[in-house]
């Protein structure tokens, strides 16, 4: 079918044979950092998969075709791209195919490709979330709703911690994804490890995550799962945050622009602070979504 995601013949073969393949997202490489250090953190990203012995999925949108696997010259044109590159959730995503653009998917945007070509496992920094604020703004990311209905298990450091963390994990539990927990009892606050609402269980192996997931898509098929695992070397940037949300608030920057402003002025506050403590929770938890991926390919019939 003429647009149909173009998927690597790698990708493709690992697929066919059952193997580990993990997705990666490509808006944290373009909107997620200035100055093009995105790239870092998404070549990271896939060296620590293939590490791991996955293989990585990196999902974007590029010359009028979803791309399930791009080369590193590929990947380079989203970081260049910065803020340029279109930011697509999976509403997005059909008219920047047909429009020619390049587009960035978000984990909701990510998972949609990967429920149509049956990636598995995701791992990126931090989903979004329900924004402080809610109530009025009514902005509430569609990477939830994309969670609920997609079998995939996302790796991650929680939601990012610009949001409203406990009304997150709320939703979260009201769409029935399962938050778990890598050898902690509360999620992660993207930043810092602690502090968190409480997940709905905690693991400490791969093998039991995977039969979790193995487990839970028995029940519900079509249902994701999360898997939080705390930053190492966090650090608390809660002041920074909350001045960062009140200036962009103040700015009146609305919409799917909020994020990527928010995560600038938190890089500009913290001196770059959060840039190091995101890159490496970002090929961390890529890394751990591969040893997930490879744990549940070896799951007995
Ligand atoms: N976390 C980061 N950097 C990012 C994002 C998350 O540290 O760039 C991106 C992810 O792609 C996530 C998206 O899916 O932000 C959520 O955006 P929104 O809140 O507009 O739905
Ligand atoms: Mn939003």
Redesign the pocket.
């Known amino acids: 079918m003429r647009f149909a995601p173009l998927v690597t013949e790698e990708i493709t073969a690992a697929l066919g044979r059952g193997d580990p393949v993990v997705g990666l997202?490509t808006?944290?490489v373009s909107?997620?950092?200035s100055g093009g250090r995105?790239l870092v953190a998404a070549q990271e990203s896939e060296r620590r998969v293939r590490a791991a012995g996955a293989t990585p999925a990196t999902v974007g949108v590029l010359d009028g075709a979803i791309r399930v696997g791009l080369t590193a010259d590929e990947l380079a044109r989203f970081a260049g791209a910065g803020s340029d590159a279109r930011?697509l959730?999976a509403r997005d995503i059909a008219a920047c195919v047909v429009q020619g653009a390049l587009g960035?998917?978000?984990?909701?945007?990510?998972l949609a490709v990967c429920r149509a070509v049956g990636i598995r496992f995701v791992g990126?920094?931090?989903?979004?979330?329900v924004?402080r604020g809610f109530a009025d703004s009514l902005?509430v990311?569609?990477?939830l709703p994309e969670l609920a209905r997609t079998q995939a298990m996302v790796v991650c450091s929680g939601a990012?911690s610009i949001?409203d963390v406990p009304a997150t994990a709320e939703l979260l539990e009201t769409l029935g994804v399962p938050v778990l927990g890598w050898h902690t009892a509360t999620m992660p606050l993207?930043f810092s490890a602690t502090g968190g609402p409480p997940v709905s269980a905690s693991v400490s192996q791969a093998e039991e995550a995977a039969a979790i997931a193995a487990t839970h898509w028995q029940l519900a098929g079509s249902s994701g799962l999360l898997l939080t695992r705390p930053p190492v070397d966090g650090v608390d940037l809660e002041a920074l945050l909350a001045e960062a949300v009140q200036r962009v608030s103040e700015a009146g920057i609305t919409?799917?622009a909020?994020?990527?402003a928010v995560?600038a002025l938190v890089e500009d506050l913290s001196g770059g602070q959060s840039v190091e403590v995101?890159q490496r929770l970002?090929a961390d938890n890529a890394g751990l979504a591969a040893e997930v991926a490879v744990a549940y390919s070896r799951l007995p019939g």
Not at 104 to 110: A, Q
């Open positions: 997202e808006t944290l909107h997620g950092f995105g930011k959730g960035s998917t978000t984990v909701g945007g990510t990126t920094g931090g989903i979004g979330g924004h902005d990311s569609a990477d990012k949001l993207f919409g799917q909020v994020t990527p995560l995101n970002i």
